[in-house]
């Protein structure tokens, strides 16, 4: 290839590394007043029974609604509002936010199928001092029951910091919230620490699910997972399943739950209720 073509490539990598650091200082900033503006907005992803297919709780997932930019998903923001602690005001308002949501689910049919909402927890969130109180606190404003709650926090989370991490866990637990292990398998616990976890449910991570039927290596750690989790009493969700042909193998493996794109993609809280009163399709 000509030099020209080189150098020419070299200086549009060049802009769009420019325009990447100006797009990422402009989000940085009004990402501190985006909470004011009230310009977050949650969508609800259904958690479901693998064999029925029926929802049983949802997952609260975080939008930036952009004046300039329109629908923002997690990607484009949450790394940024991580480093810039502004994530410590947005966690608060998302854990407020989705109890608010799920009581006037409740209120509205104190009948429904739903059973808890599933709210994402950053590492930086739960270490702030007094996490557990401001989790009590929202429980009590929204006048929401602790088991409608369960909080998804990391592997790493649980492996680093232990003890404080460790003692908040146990203070939760005892409130009555429940707590989740998100993306689990991508980090490194050992298998002797899952024993003596404070938690109560697994995620497998979308990547195994992904290949769950071509790799015969990936099958048998999920189904690995599957059966350690059940002796361990613990709950499981497989994340991330986009096919039937993944639901069946999951239900024969005898998973639990599931959420994904085959049953839902993450919708606006109206669209909850009518997925609620579907009829049950026999498997
Ligand atoms: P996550 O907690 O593991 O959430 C699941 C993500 O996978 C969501 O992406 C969801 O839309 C997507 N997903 C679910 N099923 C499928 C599927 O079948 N196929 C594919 N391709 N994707 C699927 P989303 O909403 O973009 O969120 C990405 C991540 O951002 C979340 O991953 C979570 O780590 C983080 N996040 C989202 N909301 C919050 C929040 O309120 N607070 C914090 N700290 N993190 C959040
Ligand atoms: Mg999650
Ligand atoms: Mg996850
Ligand atoms: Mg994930």
Request: proline share 5%; aromatic share 8%.
């Amino acid at each position: 290839l000509a030099k020209g073509a080189g150098k020419a490539t070299w200086q549009r990598y060049r802009s769009d590394l420019h325009t990447a650091m100006v797009e990422r200082l402009a989000l940085r900033t009004s990402l501190l007043e985006a909470i004011d503006a009230q310009q977050f907005v949650l969508q609800y992803q259904p958690i479901v029974n693998v064999r029925t297919q029926a929802v049983v709780g949802v997952e609260s997932l975080v939008r930036w609604q952009h004046p300039e930019r329109g629908l923002l998903a997690p990607y484009h923001f949450i790394e940024l509002a991580e480093e810039s602690g502004a994530i410590v005001g947005l966690g608060a308002w998302v854990l407020r936010e989705s109890l608010r949501q799920f009581a006037a689910w409740h209120a509205s049919d104190p009948e429904m199928a739903l059973r808890y909402v599933s709210v994402n927890v950053s590492a930086r969130q739960f270490r702030q001092p007094g996490f557990v109180d401001q989790v009590s606190q929202a429980l009590e404003d929204a006048g929401a029951r602790p088991e409608w709650l369960l909080l998804e926090i990391t592997e790493s989370l649980v492996l680093r910091d232990a003890e404080q991490v460790w003692t908040d866990l146990k203070a939760l637990r005892a409130l009555g919230v429940r707590i989740a292990i998100d993306d689990f398998g991508t980090g490194y616990s050992s298998l002797s620490y899952l024993r003596q976890l404070p938690v109560d449910v697994l995620k497998i991570d979308k990547s195994f699910i992904d290949d769950i039927l071509d790799s015969k290596q990936q099958r048998a750690l999920v189904d690995a997972i599957v059966t350690l989790a059940r002796n361990l009493d613990l709950t499981v969700v497989a994340e991330g399943i986009e096919d039937a042909a993944q639901r069946a193998m999951l239900e024969r493996m005898g998973c639990p739950y599931g959420q994904g794109y085959l049953f839902s993609k993450p919708v606006w809280p109206a669209e909850i209720p009518p997925l609620l009163i579907l009829a049950v399709v026999p498997a």
